[in-house]
Every structure is written in structure tokens, then in C-alpha cells.
Nanobody
Framework: QVNLVESGGGLVQAGGSLRLACVAS????????KAWFRQAPGKEREFVAA????????WYADSVKERFTISRDNAKNAVYLQTNTLKPEDTAVYYC??????????????????WGQGTQVTVSS
């Protein structure tokens, strides 16, 4: 079993930054691709960013490219999401996810096997 715990959310003004963290417990977790998704009130969960097991490859939703950066520290079993130039439309609950397989889509939520409880990000205008 893998447990994911997110932190770092909060209230920030538009243009501000937050660094989200996701720490995992479980064996061989560092080898699993990881991602961040988000869900705003009344909307479906959407892909934000993903990173492969080595950290060499990353993927981003168009809406966050050039503003968000995903990274990982396998020694700490952690993945991070640096969010810059935040906009009110970035307001959502942000979820960390991990998948067992390195194959398949990195942006489809159905591909992910483990999920955290989420951390709230609120951006005021």
C-alpha cells in the first residue's frame, strides 16, 4: 500500500506563489511516476503536471506551462509542485497521485493507482 500526504496549500493573492509537497510512504515508491491533479468546485478533476521516475521527463497542462514546475526527490519519497504567477482560476483542491506502471498516459486520472487527500489552494484577485 502507498499513502500520499500533500501539504503547502493556502490562500495567496493573484501573482503570488506556493510550493506544494507530497510525501509518500510505501516500498519502492520512488520508482513510480507521479503527478498533480486539481479539482475546482463544480468542475471535473483535471491534470496539472506529471514527472517520470527519474525526473528527466515532465508533462504539463497548457494552462500551467511556464508558471508551474514539478520536481521530485526520490531520497525523500517526495514530489513538489512550484506554482508561480498564480491566477484566481488556479483555485482548486490539488491532489498528488502515483501510478504503478511507467507505461500508458501520464495525464489521465484513470491511470493512477494512489491518491492523496488533497490540499486547498485559493487565489484571491
Amino acid at each position: 500500500q502507498v499513502n500520499l500526504v500533500e501539504s503547502g496549500g493556502g490562500l495567496v493573492q493573484a501573482g503570488g506563489s506556493l510550493r506544494l509537497a507530497c510525501v509518500a510512504s510505501g516500498r519502492t515508491f520512488s520508482m513510480r511516476p507521479k503527478a498533480w491533479f486539481r479539482q475546482a468546485p463544480g468542475k471535473e478533476r483535471e491534470f496539472v503536471a506529471a514527472i517520470d521516475w527519474s525526473g528527466d521527463r515532465t508533462w504539463y497542462a497548457d494552462s500551467v506551462k511556464e508558471r508551474f514546475t514539478i520536481s521530485r526527490d526520490n531520497a525523500k519519497n517526495a514530489v513538489y509542485l512550484q506554482t508561480n504567477t498564480l491566477k484566481p482560476e488556479d483555485t482548486a483542491v490539488y491532489y498528488c497521485a502515483a501510478k504503478r506502471s511507467a507505461s500508458g498516459s501520464y495525464s489521465a486520472s484513470s491511470e493512477y493507482d494512489y491518491w492523496g487527500q488533497g490540499t486547498q489552494v485559493t487565489v484571491s484577485s
